[in-house]
């Protein structure tokens, strides 16, 4: 896989532009409000700023965070009302759609039916948490005739599940009632939604109100300890004024343990760190990998990529764990 085929630079780049006017726009003038390391409490140091918005690194566990922060509702209106989110819901989304559903969607539904079966919990009703237009959702029924509930609050993206037939609870997850889930045993899952969170402490309180004793959460998120945001920093593309929480497998452990979950499983399966560095070469300052870019073959990247996954040094994570 290429990150070409499911990102293409020309998009975005857009999304990017718009994203970088409409932090000024958006949060230029919000209050803000200091916060501490969100997986362990720990005081951040700062380590740059970009947009507008200051990022902190914590020195016990290496998350990497916003703080200050502006308050939720700048962010509801800014998802509900700005050119960036606006084109990242629509063109981006809708040309990119079919190589996605391909690319990372069906492997997607496939990863999420062998983990669930590995733990015993594949029969369990799933709750896609921020389903978006409902592509999981529907690949991961195609695949396993298990129906899933999409909770998504955005009207828009909540009435195109609707019109696939798909069982939608309209809403924030920090906002749903258990009436409003399916009964019985449950595997929530959520795919790139966490370091999205404005508070990671609001939303896995709320999840454990929902999850009863033995059920499952499954979800991915960027890793700060990633090798292309390491290496590109704040020149890195993953850092945009949506992602405010760079967990990473160790910090993100401290953070449910904390929650009271029991955590199976943490890994990194990321096939894209090394195409993502050779594709942003000029933004490299590190000796090391410049020349690394410039010389190596496709197929020694290649082994450098699977050695960055099997090591949890991806920047693409995946996380299982369990109400005890
Ligand atoms: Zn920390």
């Known amino acids: 896989m290429r990150e070409e085929e499911i990102r293409p630079r020309n998009l975005f780049d857009e999304y990017l532009r718009l994203a970088a006017l ?24 700062r380590v740059f700023s970009k947009h507008g918005f200051s990022y902190e690194e914590c020195p016990v566990c290496q998350t990497l965070f916003v703080s200050p922060r502006p308050p939720a509702p700048d962010f509801f209106r800014y998802y509900q009302k700005s050119d960036s989110a606006r084109f990242f819901a629509t063109t981006f989304y809708r040309e990119t759609a079919e190589a996605r559903r391909e690319k990372l969607w069906r492997p997607k539904a496939a990863k ?42 955005s009207s828009t993206l909540a009435e195109i599940c609707r019109q696939k037939g798909l069982s939608v609870v309209e809403e924030f997850l920090e906002r749903v009632d258990g009436g409003q889930l399916p009964a019985g045993p449950k595997a929530f899952v959520s795919f790139e939604l966490f370091e999205h969170l404005h508070d990671s402490e609001v939303f896995l309180r709320q999840l454990t109100t ?115």
């Open 22 to 45: 409409d932090a000024e726009k958006y949060f230029g003038r919000s209050s803000r409000r200091s916060v501490l390391c969100p997986a362990c409490g720990a005081q951040g140091e």
């Open 112 to 153: 999420v039916k062998e983990v669930l079966q590995k733990y015993g919990v594949g029969q369990y009703a799933v709750i896609d948490i921020g389903g978006g237009y409902g592509i999981l959702a529907e690949e991961y029924e195609r695949l396993t005739g298990t129906p899933v509930t999409v909770i998504e609050p």
């Open 210 to 324: 929902l999850m009863q004793s033995g059920d499952v959460f499954f979800f991915t998120t960027l890793s700060g300890m990633g090798v292309d945001i390491q290496v590109l920093w704040e020149e890195s593309k993953s850092i945009s004024l949506q992602h405010l929480n760079f967990f990473n497998p160790k910090s993100v452990r401290m953070l449910l343990e904390r929650h009271g979950f029991r955590v199976l499983h943490v890994d990194t399966p990321g096939r894209l760190d090394i195409d993502i560095l050779y594709n942003n070469q000029t933004r490299i300052t590190d000796r090391f990998w410049r020349n690394f870019l410039a010389s190596a073959t496709q197929e020694e990247m290649q082994r450098w990529q699977d050695f960055v996954a099997d090591q949890g040094r991806s920047s693409h994570m995946h996380v299982i764990c369990q109400r005890p």
